[in-house]
Antibody
Framework: QEQLQESGPGLVKPSETLSLTCTVS??????????WGWIRQPPGKGLEWIGN???????YYSPSLKGRVTISIDTSKNQFSLNLNSVSAADTAVYYC??????????????WGQGTLVTVSS | DIQMTQSPSTLSASVGDTVTITCRAS??????LAWYQQRPGRAPKLLIS???HLERGVPSRFSGSGYDTEFTLTISSLQPDDFATYYC?????????FGPGTKLEI
């Protein structure tokens, strides 16, 4: 069973950059069968898609965050990462990494990390 | 951008009941829609993909239907574990959008 695990600072100062890494075990980020994505959830609110990356490095970002977000992939470490710059309190959320099927008509997130809370505060 | 809505936002029910949650898209999405269950403090769990395809291991009391802009998730014979928040998710090759969620409470 493939597992995903987020890691990174739990506290980030306003205007700085939020950086998280997702480590995949039991599988490979080089698999062409999946995209790798980031989703966040502010406390008490719903899910917000941030973006996805394919093993080739091709990225897709939410229009609402495009310009502040960068997702990258490191196949040698079996990891993918999220950078979100110029953060504010509105970026406080639980951040999830997830595996997204790459089969047409089934582009769903079928495996999720446990999530990590990132708080933006001085 | 395609917007997703869900109704109701909160649904009260009892063990044994059958409930239906509706998800609507602002424009046609064919049947490219998934449903997730999220229990408090947990990551979402994929239940249904392609509007009606039940994921492996998901109980058959969960069912999905719909096409174009209107979709439903039906849960029959509610069990205690089913009281959670449910999200629809519209997907295509290069983008994703989640609905706002429906909280199913006892």
């Amino acid at each position: 069973q493939e597992q995903l695990q987020e890691s990174g600072p739990g506290l980030v100062k306003p205007s700085e950059t939020l950086s998280l890494t997702c480590t995949v075990s039991g599988g490979s980020v080089s698999s062409g069968s999946y995209y790798w994505g980031w989703i966040r959830q502010p406390p008490g609110k719903g899910l917000e898609w941030i973006g996805n990356i394919y093993y080739s490095g091709r990225t897709y970002y939410s229009p609402s965050l495009k310009g502040r977000v960068t997702i990258s992939i490191d196949t040698s470490k079996n990891q993918f990462s999220l950078n979100l710059n110029s953060v504010s309190a509105a970026d406080t959320a639980v951040y999830y990494c997830a595996r997204r099927k790459a089969a047409a008509e089934f582009y769903c997130f079928d495996q999720w990390g446990q999530g990590t809370l990132v708080t933006v505060s001085s | 951008d395609i917007q997703m809505t869900q109704s109701p936002s909160t649904l009260s029910a009892s063990v044994g009941d059958t409930v239906t949650i509706t998800c609507r898209a602002s424009q046609s999405i064919s049947n490219w829609l998934a449903w997730y269950q999220q229990r408090p403090g947990r990551a979402p769990k994929l239940l249904i993909s392609k509007a009606a395809h039940l994921e492996r291991g998901v109980p058959s009391r969960f069912s999905g239907s719909g096409y174009d802009t209107e979709f439903t998730l039906t849960i029959s014979s509610l069990q205690p574990d089913d009281f959670a928040t449910y999200y629809c998710h519209r997907y295509e090759g290069d983008s994703d959008t989640f609905g706002p969620g429906t909280k199913l409470e006892i």
